[in-house]
């Protein structure tokens, strides 16, 4: 098991950037992949992005594809989530898994999650 808590969330008017960041307890960490999910109100959890244990591999929804960038140090044990020209509709809660794997995990089967940062976006 592997704890989570993420950070950087905030408000930002449309056009502007965010960097979320996910930092992970345990000295385990570079054995997990890891993935960005939102939640908008009203809307299911969606995938936005997943990284591998090395960050060789990465995975980006096509809503955020070329806009997002997601990385991670595992030296400090943190994901990222680089978020530019951000539109009113990246608006909502936006959560940090993480699951033992060594690829990109691209379903929602991830074990352990953070409890959600909130970003607005206003236009």
């Known amino acids: 098991q592997v704890q989570l808590v993420e950070s950087g969330g905030g408000s930002v008017q449309a056009g502007g950037s965010l960097r979320l960041s996910c930092a992970a307890s345990?000295?385990?960490?570079?054995?997990?992949?890891m993935g960005w999910f939102r939640q908008a109100p009203g809307k299911e959890r969606e995938l936005v992005s997943a990284?591998?244990?090395?960050?060789?591999?990465?995975y980006y929804a096509d809503s955020v594809k070329g806009r997002f960038t997601i990385s991670r140090n595992n030296a400090k044990n943190t994901v990222y989530l680089q978020m530019n020209s951000l539109k009113p509709e990246d608006t909502a809660v936006y959560y940090c898994?993480?699951?033992?794997?060594?690829?990109?995990?691209?379903?929602?089967?991830?074990?352990?999650w953070g409890q959600g940062t909130q970003v607005t976006v206003s236009s």
């Open positions: 345990g000295r385990t960490f570079r054995m997990y992949g």
């Open positions: 898994a993480a699951r033992l794997s060594l690829v990109v995990v691209t379903t929602d089967e991830y074990d352990n």
């Open positions: 990284i591998n244990w090395s960050g060789a591999s990465t």
